[in-house]
Each structure stands twice: as structure tokens, then as C-alpha cells.
């Protein structure tokens, strides 16, 4: 947790502080609290005139999060992803680092039977905030 997260669960009152503490964090800050959920705790900490900063943010990067599972249900759909997932962990992952690089690491916990919310929001962030560089094929 971060310090305005520590400072909003801590701390009983000044809300204008904490609305100070959220304009001075970068980008990567505030997607950062989304990630880890307690981003709700400093909005409703924040004074009404001044949820909008980080509302909006939510917004978006829900609407990102919802097209990932979209994607998500989409392939688990697929006739020949349902029969990889009933194979050998091995075949899987070929068949996965041929078909769906980007997304292995959600697939994986899909066929562990282990994808939550949370890992959904990291993969979001990590897609934004990667330090990994990408190139065309």
C-alpha cells in the first residue's frame, strides 16, 4: 500500500490533505491502488468535489479489465482450447505460446482453475506499466 492508501486508512480526517497527496501522485501511482483494491478506500475518503479525479481513472481501467475477460471467455469458448485444457499441461502450453502469447499468464491460472479478480487488475496494470518492451513481428 502506498502512502496515500496508509493515509487514507489511517487517518480519521483531513480530507484535503489526502486530495493534495492524490494530485501529487503520478499515473502509475493511482493505477497502482486500482490494482491492489483498495483504490475505493481513498475515494471514499476523498471530498465529494474531488472524486471525480480518481473515478474516472476507475472507470477506465474497469473498462479494460471487462474487455480482457470478454477476450478471456471468448477463447475458453474455443473447441480446440477445450480440448487443450483436457490434455497434458505440456500441449497446453505449446498450444498457448503459439496461439495467445500475450495472454499465457491468465490462461494458465484458467487452466489451474486459480484466475481471480486481482489477477485480472495486475495483468491490466502490467499491460499498461510494463517495462518489457514490445516489437512487431
Do not use: C
Amino acid at each position: 500500500m502506498n502512502r496515500v492508501g496508509k493515509h487514507a486508512a489511517s487517518s480519521p480526517g483531513d480530507d484535503l490533505d489526502l486530495m493534495n497527496m492524490v494530485f501529487e501522485l503520478p499515473e502509475k501511482d493511482k493505477m497502482v491502488m486500482w490494482s491492489e483494491g483498495y483504490l475505493n478506500l481513498v475515494i471514499d475518503k476523498l471530498p465529494e468535489f474531488a472524486r471525480d479525479i480518481l473515478e474516472n481513472r476507475k472507470e477506465k481501467w474497469e473498462d479494460t479489465k471487462a474487455y480482457y475477460e470478454k477476450l478471456l471467455k471468448e477463447i475458453v469458448n474455443q473447441d480446440d482450447f477445450k480440448i487443450k485444457v483436457k490434455g497434458e499441461r505440456k500441449e497446453f502450453a505449446l498450444f498457448v505460446m503459439e496461439h495467445f502469447p500475450e495472454l499465457q499468464s491468465l490462461l494458465f491460472l484458467i487452466y489451474d482453475d486459480n484466475l481471480k479478480e486481482d489477477d485480472l487488475r495486475k495483468y491490466v496494470y502490467r499491460r499498461r506499466f510494463s517495462s518489457k518492451k514490445r516489437y512487431l513481428h
